[in-house]
Every structure is written in structure tokens, then in C-alpha cells.
């Protein structure tokens, strides 16, 4: 019976995706995708893939949405909910687009199921040969930390790149204006409430997959995922970020996770071993280390991602085209 | 035989090409981000649904620290995308009718 469970999974993915690409609305296109990512992390937790499942749950269904939504507003504006009168593309010429598409499909699914073996181990078996080397015991750990850590240092370098890129790296991050005409309302009374009432669980939530991520499902990008959406929801509840966490010190907390990853990179080839390649007996403190750092600047990353599209300042100014 | 993992796959494939179909025919610049998302977890589904083949039952592990790249590297890259969007400033008045824009939409 659980075959008909997957099925209804897939069929609803593909009706949301249906969905969010033809409805008329953009808020309602974007409305579908939020569940869509939800569904897609319980399509990956079914796969045996809960560290990606995580992922896909904060970052998928919560932060694109969010980012996708701030920024629709901000472009939009009080047009968000029109049904826009504009012609949509002519039928003709959506029905060769849809035929490229359907050969694009049919080239993919002829190569992902019969030009594929359909059962193989793939890097499997050397992954968990060296496992015990590598200094955890969460196989996807391992191989984002130690053995392809490469990669992970400059996807978070990616990150970093995004941000300066947005035009916010000078900028600290900022809190949505205060609307003293808002304060009031028991709506912004209660938010504040609730967000004041679950940012400790989403901290300790964090801090719980950083720390078991070294042998279980989780890590530093589940960790600094989850972390953001707690920000954002506390960006969008209008609470003030702590003093001491401004200018500098936000700066800071973005690169730190480059700067240690960096540094432990270096600092290992000064005691006689390749980039990257931990000493022998201290791969876990450096693994656990790095991750900790990385946590930090994901979070702080995507968080002020989010403010930077939501298109607000310290001063409340909104910074088009500035 | 249809196992999970060949079901996942079709799916991957099919929300890949809906992605595709969206990213071209919607004109919306929001939406068209929204719909290279779409397009961009059809292949992580694919790359997890091939990572689970594995005959010991243990998948992949580094298809799965790939997609985890991915949907990080998509979600920074997403952002930059809208904020390159906003800065675009308002989009051309939607109310007026087609046939006032020269070149555009000729093939009706």
C-alpha cells in the first residue's frame, strides 16, 4: 500500500508545480510552491535521504517562499492579488515550448531510467571503507566535511558571493521598520509573543542538528537553515536584533564560517598535510569546529539575504535602487 | 517493476520538464525564478531517487551531500536573483492592451 502513498506524493508535486507555473495570480503561484517544497521533503525523507529532506524542508518550503514573496510584494506592490490583464503567451507558441519541453523529458527519462543501471552502489562502498577515518559516523557528513570538502568550502564561499552581490555585505542586519500605527494591533502583540515563545526552540533545534549531525541526519547547513528561518520569522515580526549585533560584528558572523574553514584548510598544510586534510586523530574537533562556524554564517547569510530583498533598513528607508 | 525509486525518478523528470515549460513560457520575472526552482528540485529528485538504487539499501551518500550543495547554492542564488529583480524597479504597466507594444507578441 505504500506505493499509493508515493503516488499521491508525486501526482500532488506535479499538480502544485502545474499550479504555481499556470495560475493567474503570482501570490497564489507562489502559495503552491511552499507546499510543494514540503511535500518534495517527505518525497526525500521516503528516499532515505532525511539529512536532504531537512534541508529541503527550511530552505525549500520556508526561505524560497519567503524570498519569493518579499520579493513579489516589493516589485508588485499593492498589485500582488490582481489578475493581471495582460495576454499570456499566444497558444500556439506555448504549444511548441510545451513540445520541447516533453523531448527534454523524454531524452531525461530514457537516460535516469533505462540507459542507467538500475541498481548499482555507486561511491557507496568506498564512502563507508573510510568512514571510520574520516572522524563521523554520518556518511553525508563525511562526505561534505572531509572527503569533498572543496566543495563545501566554496559553496559557502557561494554564499558570501551572494550576499556582496545583493549589496549587502556593509549593511548589518536590519529590522523591518517599526509602523507605530501597527505596534498596537493585538495581531503584532501576539506575533511578537508567539516568535519570543519559539526562538528558543528554533536555537535549540539548531544547535541539536549541528551537534548530532556528526553521527545522525543533520549538520551545518540543516542547522543554519533552520536558524534562519527563525530570523526571518523574527525579521517579519518586527522584533529589534541585540545591540551588540550590528556593523561589525554582523560582518563578522557572515565570513566567520569562510574565515575558520579557510584557516583550518591552511593550518593543516603547515603541519605537513595536503588542503584540507585533517591530521590524523583531530578530524572530528575540526569537522565540528567548522561547522559550528559555518552554522553561524549561514544563518546570519540568509537571513540578511531575506532583509535585502525585503527591501528594508535600520532607518526603515526602503533602498530601491540605491 | 515499478519500484519507489523508478517512481520518484519519473516524477523528477516530469517536474524538471514542467520547469522547463514554466521558465519559458511565464512573464513574470518573480515567477520565472519560482519556476527555475521547480525545474532545479526535479534534478535534485532524480540525483536522490539514483541514490537510492543501491543494492545493500544504503544510498548514495555523496549524491546526497551533492544535493545538499545544490539546494543551498539555489536558495543564495534565488536571492540574488530577486534582488536583481527589485532593482529592476515596477514592471511595465500589465492593463495596457497587447497590441499597443511594438514587437511583442507578433504571432498572434
Known sequence: MVWLFDAVVVASLCWLAWRAITVRQLQVSIMAFLPYGLLMAIAWARLDAPDVAIAEAAIGGGLTSALLLAAARRVHGARLNEVPTKQPVPRRRRRAIAVVAAAVAAGAGWVVLWALPAATPGLGPRVDANLEASGVENPVTAVLLNFRAWDTLLEIAVLVLALIGVGRFRASVHDRQRNPSEESTLESIMLGGLVRLFLPAIVITGGYLLWRGADEPGGAFQAGAVLAGGGVIAVLAGLQRPRWFAGGAFRLFVVVGLAVFAAVGFGVMALGGAFLEYPEGWSKQLIILIESAATLSIACILVALFTAVLGTDGSGRADRGG | ?108
Request: charged letters at 20%; one cysteine or more.
Open chain 2, 1 to 108: 517493476m515499478m519500484t519507489a525509486e523508478t517512481l520518484y525518478a519519473a516524477g523528477g523528470v516530469g517536474l524538471l520538464a514542467l520547469g522547463l515549460y514554466g521558465a519559458i513560457v511565464v512573464d513574470d520575472r518573480i515567477r520565472r525564478v519560482l519556476t527555475l526552482n521547480i525545474m532545479g528540485t526535479g534534478v535534485f529528485m532524480i540525483l536522490i531517487a539514483l541514490a537510492a538504487r543501491s543494492p545493500s539499501g544504503r544510498p548514495d551518500p555523496v549524491l546526497h551531500a551533492m544535493v545538499l550543495t545544490g539546494i543551498v547554492v539555489a536558495v543564495s542564488a534565488s536571492g540574488f536573483a530577486v534582488a536583481l529583480a527589485c532593482r529592476l524597479g515596477p514592471p511595465e504597466d500589465e492593463t495596457r492592451p497587447v497590441h499597443d507594444r511594438a514587437g511583442e507578441d507578433d504571432e498572434r
